[in-house]
């Protein structure tokens, strides 16, 4: 179920943003976040070791969509009287 969600905001391209929390560890689970392609930057990133409140390192991470063509050009807006 989640990974359907995962799929149908990114296929419908409803997602500009994505704040990730990277677990720096192998855990068994059923679903997995997609690959985030060429068309993503990493704009922000916070690093945090395993500690003794933390089993493992763990990277919050920030990603914007680079915007395609159509999205780089806006109109200017324009007045009417």
Same mark, same amino acid.
Not at 56 to 65: S, V
């Given at each position: 179920?989640?990974?359907?969600?995962?799929?149908? #905001?990114?296929?419908?391209?409803?997602?500009?943003q994505v704040y990730l929390t990277r677990v720096h560890a192998d855990i068994?689970?059923?679903?997995?976040?997609?690959?985030?392609?060429? #068309?993503?930057r990493e704009v922000w990133r916070e690093e945090h070791p395993a500690d003794e409140h933390h089993e493992? #390192?763990?990277?919050?991470?920030?990603?914007?969509?680079i915007p395609g063509p159509r999205e780089r050009i806006k109109p200017d807006p324009v007045e009417l009287s």
């Open positions: 179920m989640v990974g359907q969600i995962y799929h149908d #905001a990114f296929s419908k391209d409803l997602v500009d068994p689970g059923d679903t997995s976040f997609p690959v985030l392609d060429a #068309a993503w493992h #390192a763990f990277t919050f991470l920030r990603f914007e969509k």
